[in-house]
């Protein structure tokens, strides 16, 4: 599975707190960090886009307000996120800054993974970024969220994140090297799993409880539920350890891992799953050129539409149906129904005339269009 990191043009990588965090002091470890941010600037020189999905805000922030006991409120870890965020985006910053790389932070919760609107506005923005060869750094908003802190949810929001900016690789750095049949800790004939075809019962059970005896919140569960959103949106995963130093350059040179391997790539996942998409919002009615265009893999363009109906909002799924009213296929929309009556028929160049704002240039982008 070493050919899928070599292959592969966008990597996420989910770093847990226990790594970047000294448990016994509080303090950042520097040196592991700057180890991680020069594995970075290597897959970056590679050509490939890098996204960071990072924890710890929470630890840093409890040592610089004096939170030193086992068990802190909800509130609490609240503050402690916000006094930490800044640190956490500093040494991020300083580190890549190292190596002429531009560094972002994003903000995120499993909510704006799920909303719709929200899940359009933050793709958009990883995607510009990632265009302007920016590593965004994306950290879990602990300061407004509750479930994250509760329930210890980052895996799995590291793997939305993942099939969100459809990603070929997620990377989960762990302080264990991956799957075992059973929990290595207690049982000493625990053997290792090097790769998992296919999610079934039996590995669901291997992940057993969470370590701190309830299920889903935090551990090897999580891990595993991640690497179902993951390869269901068509993203391999691995589980690798972080203890060491410079962990993906070790993953490159063989280090022990548990592989997740996905059937299909982001793309074909993403079209498989417009495709099976049962009810639509609306009907966009195409032209002749536009019909031919789609056919030979083309964005359908606002020149091409020339009727609308339905009521439907941005990221929405439509028909798509030709002059003569046979159906095309489907795609998910990137305007609603008023801006994109306003705009049918219109050249690209004149959307933010009509609009008067600077839009998409395509009313469904090819990557979200299936055809029929």
């Known amino acids: 599975m070493k050919r899928v990191l070599d292959k592969a043009r966008r990597v996420v990588i989910k770093i847990g707190s226990a790594l970047l965090v000294e448990s016994t002091t509080g303090e950042l470890r520097k040196r592991w960090l700057e180890s991680l941010v020069a594995d970075v600037a290597a897959l970056k020189a590679a050509g490939k886009d890098v996204i960071l999905v990072s924890s710890g805000a929470v630890a840093l922030g409890r040592r610089e307000l004096g939170l030193a006991r086992p068990t802190i409120k909800l509130e609490e870890s609240q503050a402690a ?4 965020q800044i640190r956490l985006a500093h040494a991020y910053q300083e580190a890549l800054a190292a190596h002429g790389l531009k560094v972002a932070q994003v903000l995120i919760t499993i909510d704006d993974t799920e909303e719709r609107r929200r899940y359009l506005n933050a793709r958009a923005t990883l ?11 994306i950290n879990e908003n602990d300061t407004v969220a509750t479930a994250e802190i509760r329930f210890g949810d980052n895996d799995r929001l590291a793997a939305r994140v993942a099939v969100m900016a459809g990603a070929d690789l ?4 762990s302080d264990i090297d991956g799957l075992y049949t059973a929990d290595p800790g207690l049982d000493e004939a625990a053997q290792h799993i090097p790769l998992v075809e296919e999610i079934t019962g039996d590995i669901e059970a291997m992940a057993g409880r969470a370590r701190d005896g309830s299920p889903g ?5 999580t891990k595993v539920a991640a690497a179902k959103i993951a390869v269901a949106g ?10 060491i130093d410079s962990p993906v350059s070790a993953i490159a040179n ?5 592989w997740f391997r996905a059937a299909a790539s982001p793309k074909a996942a993403r079209k498989k799953w417009i495709g099976g998409l049962l009810q639509t919002a609306g009907t966009l009615t195409v032209d002749a050129g536009a019909v031919e265009a ?3 893999g083309k964005s359908l363009l606002p020149a091409g539409v020339i009727e609308v109906e339905g009521v439907f909002e941005r990221g929405d799924a439509v028909q798509v149906v030709g002059p003569d009213g046979r159906a ?21 160049s004149d959307i933010e005339g009509i609009l008067g704002f600077a839009g998409r240039d395509v009313m469904i982008h090819r990557d979200d269009l299936v055809l029929d």
């Open 170 to 173: 997620l990377v989960l750095l």
């Open 254 to 258: 063989g280090a022990r891992t548990t």
């Open 234 to 243: 068509g993203c391999h995963m691995l589980i690798a350890s972080g203890r």
């Open 328 to 348: 095309l296929g489907r795609g998910l929309v990137a305007y609603g129904a008023d801006e994109a009556r306003a705009i049918k028929g219109a050249r690209s």
């Open 127 to 137: 995607e510009t970024l990632l265009a302007m060869d920016v590593v965004p750094v």
């Open 81 to 84: 996120a916000a006094v930490g």
């Open 294 to 296: 789609l056919r030979r």
């Open 217 to 221: 919140s935090g551990g090897m569960i």
